[in-house]
């Protein structure tokens, strides 16, 4: 079963526009942490938040800012005022104690930012 | 500079051709891991090593081997490749803390002909 849902498979957005890219993830554990990754076209993971389950204080850093809500099992990320440069391929993560802590990662979300 | 190093970045092949993906860290991680990325299925684990001769099967193991006989190594080896392992394939480490979190090597490009 797939531990993490990106349900958004493609977005496309238009330069200044926001966007948020929805992560609904799944565990058992009490223990865990997400992550968030980007994959622009050169091909090589950035990491971009790593959240543990007992911080659920949002995240600001620049344009970009994080929505963690355990009630509902998700861990959005919101690109304000999006640039070409966000055009990239992002990977919500799920690191959970029961598996070792393996990353498990969703299908990621490609998204498209059109000048 | 604390890195995950994988070679090559790209490498072409023949079905049948044995060849080895080699990976390295030099940050004394103990976990390491591959996975490999396909279009609309993300990444998935193939193998995970906890420690020196300590490794295990990942969610897609079939077709490769790894060995982890000193810490800073990792490598990925496939013994007969096929065309259905073209991929995009990453290297990964971590320390006992996960706070600090995962480090990726840069990926590499195979493609099996």
């Known amino acids: 079963a797939q531990k993490v849902t990106q349900a958004q498979t493609e977005i496309s957005v238009v330069e200044k526009e926001d966007v948020t890219l929805d992560c609904v993830y799944e565990t058992r554990d009490t223990t865990y942490y997400l992550f968030w990754y980007k994959q622009p076209p050169s091909g090589e993971l950035v990491f971009l938040i790593r959240r543990n389950s007992f911080d659920e204080q949002n995240e600001i850093s620049g344009r970009y800012s994080w929505n963690f809500q355990k009630s509902t099992s998700s861990f959005n990320f919101t690109i304000t005022a999006s640039q070409v440069v966000d055009s990239a391929v992002y990977f919500c993560?799920?690191?959970?104690?029961?598996?070792?802590?393996?990353?498990?990662f969703g299908k990621g979300t490609s998204l498209l930012v059109t000048p | 500079e604390a890195q995950v190093t994988q070679n090559p970045r790209y490498l072409i092949t023949v079905t049948g051709k044995k060849l080895t993906v080699t990976c390295s860290q030099n940050m004394n991680h103990e976990y390491m891991s591959w996975y490999r990325q396909d279009p609309g299925l993300g990444l998935r684990q193939i193998y995970y090593s906890m420690n020196v001769e300590v490794t295990d099967k990942g969610d897609v193991p079939e077709g490769y081997k790894v060995s982890r006989k000193e810490k800073r190594n990792f490598p990925l080896i496939l013994e007969s490749p096929s065309p259905n392992q073209t991929s995009l394939y990453f290297c990964?480490?971590?320390?006992?803390?996960?706070?600090?979190?995962?480090?990726f090597g840069s990926g590499t490009r195979l493609t099996v002909v």
């Open positions: 993560a799920l690191s959970e104690l029961y598996s070792g802590y393996a990353l498990n």
């Open positions: 990964a480490s971590r320390g006992d803390r996960l706070d600090y979190g995962y480090t």
